[in-house]
């Protein structure tokens, strides 16, 4: 195996594009050791994407924030603007692993390797990020839910790797949530994870919403039917019993030792519920 | 299979190594460089007995690559004591018998330092936070908790 780290982006690209198949992004590695070590996993090349620069930057810009894909869960946490802006994207990321993975642990690595239970994917649904896509083609952009088509896979082509996730600066009255159900208090995998992103209008009814699912499919989900269930509404018991409902519809989960599937199907409903609160409450101070 | 030159610091000392791809930085030291004081629980992130601190943040060395540290700083438990005085947490660990078999306790006290070199006095539930990403098979947290506790006001004593 070859271990590169190239300073650009476009040699980037090139070494992945000339390797094909065989070559791997490397970022904090915590999957990646972890598939090699394990040999589900033989990349004939490492390319590590942390020398190049706009990978690891966070730009706030008056209309658009930048978060470079290798940029770290304890960077992220050390980021009191980037909070302020988008609480539910950063504590998503910051609840993978223990201090020393948020050491190592990147958001795009999180969003890469595709698990269905990755806890920043609901967050950044939720967020309306954008993933900013180099490839031998050049640069494009795409929804991040978009990317997502199975456990494991993303819809990018051979040579192609994000640089960094776009999102709108948000408008007045605006706030994001994330939660996760876990049996313990730290070091789980999530059993279900629920992102949340709302803007209110100036009478305090929802102006636009996004609430999105994890764990709980194949991939992460938006849950299509929220904004028709909150749209112009207050948040009354008779809503958010609605928005339970709708999440709760959108489950295609499996069953396996950290839940059932109609545990799972019916925690989404009561995780979404908490979080729009939350994302509420953020929005009314914002 | 063809290797790389790493110049590292380690403990404050310039350090080169040569090492594969895949050779992690807990593989590097412990085979490569004779410093076993680090250890191996899991290989996967799981356990922290191989924390270690590089560039000034406390990290699993089973999950760091030997091949990206060029130029990187690295603190190791061999570089904790100053000659034969010990840091006031390996001195806690002791006092409060904070051990038994001794293979979490490199792991636990270098977590540990780098928690008071960025909090000088955290609660308790911080300390239980930040150490969630060590396992302890048979001392159990309570004794490590206390000594880190315990360390932590002697230290802020010794500096005000
Ligand atoms: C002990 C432990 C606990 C964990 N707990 C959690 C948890 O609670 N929640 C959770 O969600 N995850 C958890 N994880 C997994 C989490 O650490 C990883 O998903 C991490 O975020 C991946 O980032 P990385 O930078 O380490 O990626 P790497 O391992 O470097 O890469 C991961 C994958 O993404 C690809 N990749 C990386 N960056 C890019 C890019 N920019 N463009 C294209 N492809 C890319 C790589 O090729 C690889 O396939 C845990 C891991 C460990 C070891
Ligand atoms: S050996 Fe590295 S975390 Fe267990
Ligand atoms: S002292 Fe044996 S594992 Fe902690």
């Keep these: ?286 | 299979m063809s290797k790389y030159h790493v110049t590292t610091t380690i403990n404050g000392d310039e350090v080169d190594f040569t090492c594969y791809a895949d050779q992690t930085l807990l593989e590097v030291l412990r085979e490569d460089l004779n410093m076993t004081g680090t250890k191996n629980g899991c290989g996967s992130g799981d356990c922290g007995a191989c924390t270690v601190i590089v560039n000034g943040r406390p990290v699993n060395a089973c999950l760091v690559l030997g091949a990206e540290l060029d130029g990187a700083n690295i603190e190791t438990i061999e570089g904790m004591s100053t000659g034969t005085e010990l840091h006031p947490l390996q001195q806690k660990f002791l006092d409060h018998a904070a051990l038994q078999c001794g293979i979490c306790t490199p792991g636990f006290l270098n977590m540990a330092k780098a928690l008071l070199e960025k909090n000088p006095e955290p609660t308790e539930t911080e300390v239980r936070y930040a150490l969630a990403g060590n396992l302890c098979r048979c001392t159990g947290y309570d004794k490590i908790v206390r000594a880190v506790l315990d360390a932590a006001a002697e230290m802020r004593e010794s500096t005000s």
Excluded at chain 1, 120 to 131: D, E, H, M, N, R
Excluded at chain 1, 159 to 182: H, M, Q, V, W
């Design chain 1, 1 to 286: 195996m070859r271990y590169e780290a190239p300073e650009t982006i476009e040699a980037a690209v090139a070494l992945l594009a000339a390797a094909g198949k065989t070559a791997r992004v490397f970022a904090g590695g915590t999957d990646l050791i972890i598939q090699i070590k394990e040999e589900m996993i033989e990349p004939g090349m490492l390319v590590d994407i942390k020398k190049i620069k706009e990978t690891r930057e966070v730009i706030l810009d008056d209309d658009e924030i930048r978060i470079g894909a290798s940029v770290t869960g304890a960077e992220l946490g050390e980021n009191k603007e980037l909070k302020k802006l988008f609480p539910g994207v950063v504590e998503a990321v910051q609840l993978i692993g223990s201090d020393q993975v948020q050491g190592r642990a990147t958001i795009g690595g999180n969003f890469c390797n595709a698990s269905p239970a990755a806890d920043s994917v609901p967050a950044l649904i939720a967020s309306g990020a954008k993933a900013v896509v180099a490839g031998p083609n050049g640069t494009r952009t795409a929804a991040v839910e978009d990317l997502l088509i199975k456990p494991g896979q993303l819809s990018l082509a051979p040579g192609e790797l994000i640089i960094s996730f776009c999102l709108s600066r948000p408008p007045k009255n605006t706030g994001d949530a994330y939660l996760r159900f876990i049996p313990r208090s730290e070091m789980d995998i999530a059993v279900v994870g629920a992102g949340v992103s709302v803007t209110l209008n100036p009478d305090g009814t929802c102006a636009a919403a996004r609430v999105a699912l994890g764990a709980v499919a194949p991939t992460a989900r938006l849950v299509e039917q929220a904004p028709d269930i909150l749209l112009g509404k207050e948040l009354d018991e008779r809503v958010l019993a609605e928005l339970a409902a709708a999440a709760s519809a959108t489950c295609q989960p499996i069953n396996d030792k950290r839940g059932t599937i109609k545990f799972r199907t019916s925690v989404a409903g009561v995780l979404a519920c908490r979080a729009i609160k939350i994302a509420w409450e953020r929005a009314e101070k914002n």
